[in-house]
């Protein structure tokens, strides 16, 4: 049998700095209908009254979004994304914040706004702003004239920002500052979407205990393995994690001397650093599927770009990782995407349709039955059902002889398949 060793350098190490201490799962909702896409992540910690919160608020926002999605079919679907922001402060203060888009034919503009939530886990309650800072209803609003007086409408302002209010307003905190958020119309014209204003904790007298924040390390080894090149090959490709299941599908794959390409998002990436670092040292190849999964065609070119540089900076950051690979969310691609970014673009040729087939048989049944050599077959590692199919699909693509590897391998070994065929 022809073989060829391929040599992966993974980086050697890396200093991750984060104030988190664990992990925490990330809750996706990713649908794809005719007339609507939905695109949803939001953190599910160990806090029960924290994640019923936060549940209600999704659960509020989605049904407000199928509401404004037309009952005719429209030209381009409605669009909802929810995408999150998650922090720790001294591995006690829990600090989320929501971030919702939405468009649709029957809304006069794209609707953005935020929902936050600040959580202290030793004292086991939601802080308001005053339970963090001992600070005036003058202090913000001189702050939010002298930074944003283009934007600011005078009478909200003076309505919306009292003494009374304060203990209702939307905020968070890191371990020097606090910030204010303001969605659209509360204290400013539309045109200024959502205000975010960051006040240092010397501008005032501090109420919380004082934080510290902690680090990790991680180490790759450099990984070798032995591909042939005149064996049935496939490529295996996960979208829309990682998530919990994620491990478990590494481990899986290496249970059957198999590799596959992980499509994730940016948004989960520090959530998940151990388990991706984990992905990585399997042998495994990771790639972008944007940071939070809103439809690319629709961005303009700085949006675009930034979904996608956050992605590959922030794997950077914290794995030490350089992606290289792209899947455009919902596989919509079109001549921006080609033209600003680049990338290597890889979309699919076998669509197992887990995500909404959700039964592990009827998956594999599926998978098995268009699954050919040197194809690229799309899975998603945030279902349990498409674990559950893996566990009937690897034992039988072994029995029929597939080698199942990466995407850049497959390329690789398809590259060699036509360099000997041209001999
Ligand atoms: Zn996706």
Redesign the pocket.
Known sequence: MKKFVLFLFLIISMTGCSNRASEFSVEGI?E?HENNII?IHYPKTEIKSLNEEIEQYVFETKKQFLKEVPTYLSLVPSELNIDYEYWEVGNRYYNIVLKTFMTSPTLAHPIHMVKTFVYDSVKKQFLTLLDVAEIKASTIKSTLLLHHKDCILFRELENNVTEDLLSSMMFTFTDHSILLYFNPYEISNGSCMIIKEEIPFQNFKVEIEKVNSSSKTFEYHKVSKNLAIDKKTIALTF??GPSKYTKEIVSLLEEYDSNATF?I?GNKVKNYSETLNFVLEKGNELGN??YN?KQLTRLSKEELKKQIEDTNQVVKDTLGYQITLL?P???AINNRIKKNIDMDLVLWNVDTMD?KLKNSKAIAKKALHDIKDGKIVLM?DIYKTTLEALKLILPELKKQGYQIVTVSELKEIQAIKNETEKR
Do not use: K, N, P, V
């Open positions: 990713i794809e695109g979208d829309d499509f998002l599927h944007s999964h899947r969310t919902y596989g995500w998603h």
